[in-house]
């Protein structure tokens, strides 16, 4: 059994059973990555992949296992190599920030502007976070990290942390009835089409629970989850958008106008997420106290060392989280 074989593997179901791309992906001929993957299972005695002529057309039970294990041993081949890297230049390394546009936007420059001025070595990407629709499949890679304002679900893998309260906000075209009103009413706000965020985002829960309370029925015209979008389609005239304050309020040169929605829905929640198997580094560390200040280097390894659902919330309890 060969690191290189393990590799093979990952890549070959990461690509949805194409070997070519896998082996693409991995820069090497398609014959290679065949002949390896043929070997392993030779010396193993099972089948990983299921065939249909030349082609794999699925994973075996016991394949679905094994490549469990891989993943994991691939994971740890990554800390080990980030531990030997951190130890000869504790400067030098790798961190991912899987987010959304508004998160990006508005909230992590700052942070990210005081990172990169400290550890200039550090490899730091950001990238799109998965859908909504996804929610639970989220990066659970050695140096990532997801921070996200939608529901996460149930993961025993990951470790998630409440991040910071947010709030939502209006915005109407110039000239719209409601440009007016300090402080619309979730009726007068359903009497028109509304543009907000997809089911299982946080603002859109708030919104629906709120509404279902009242006892009135929204007309969501268009869900996405890019306020960025929403505010586009709402300056073409196709209705009113419900869309993060931060988003809202940043109408300055545009055809809209922003109005407050505080009176009418409760703060929304936004979480970091990353995996139990992550080999926290100081730049981790001071990377996350720089964006959520309560989440200091102590109360940090705490969490990774109590790292259950029920010991984070005990712990974080009570805690006043910063509204935007």
Not at 31 to 52: C, D, H, N, W, Y
Not at 75 to 90: G, Q, R, S, T, W
Not at 164 to 174: A, I, M, N, R, S
Request: glycine share 6%; aromatic share 8%; hydrophobic share 40%.
């Amino acid at each position: 059994m060969k690191l290189q074989q393990l590799k093979y593997l990952k890549a070959v179901k990461d690509n949805n059973l194409n070997v070519s791309a896998a082996s693409e992906s991995l820069f090497t001929t398609q014959p290679g990555v065949s002949k390896q993957i043929g070997m392993f299972e030779k010396e193993l005695g099972v089948r990983i992949f299921e065939r249909k002529g030349k082609s794999l057309s699925g994973i075996t039970p016991i394949g679905v296992q094994i490549l469990e294990q891989v993943e994991k041993m691939l994971i740890l081949e990554k800390k080990i190599k980030a531990l030997v890297n951190e130890h000869l230049d504790p400067s030098v390394g790798t961190l991912n920030i899987y987010t959304t546009h508004t998160i990006a936007r508005y909230l992590l420059p700052e942070t990210v502007s005081y990172f990169t001025r400290k550890y200039p070595k550090i490899n730091f990407h950001m990238q799109p976070t998965l859908p909504v629709q996804d929610k639970g499949v989220i990066s659970k890679g050695h140096s990532d990290f997801s921070i996200v304002a939608h529901d996460v679900g149930k993961d025993n893998d990951l470790i998630i942390l409440p991040a910071y309260l947010w709030t939502l906000g209006l915005v109407v075209p110039k000239g719209h009835p409601l440009e007016e009103e300090a402080e619309p009413t979730l009726e007068q706000l359903a009497q028109y089409p509304i543009l907000s965020y997809e089911k299982g985002a946080s603002g859109r829960d708030v919104q629906d629970k709120a509404f279902e309370v009242a006892g009135i029925e929204p007309n969501y015209f268009m869900t996405v989850m890019d306020a960025e979008v929403i505010k586009r389609y709402v300056e073409q005239g196709l209705g009113i958008g419900i869309i993060s304050t931060l988003a809202a309020q940043d109408v300055a040169n545009s055809e809209l106008t922003y109005i407050n929605l505080n009176h009418l829905f409760e703060p929304c929640g936004a979480w970091i997420c990353f995996s139990k198997d992550i080999l926290m580094q100081n730049y981790m560390y001071d990377f996350l106290a720089s964006f959520s200040p309560h989440l200091t280097k102590v109360v940090m390894e705490q969490v990774m060392m109590n790292n259950s659902a029920d010991n984070i919330e005990k712990l974080f309890d009570g805690l006043e989280l910063p509204v935007f």
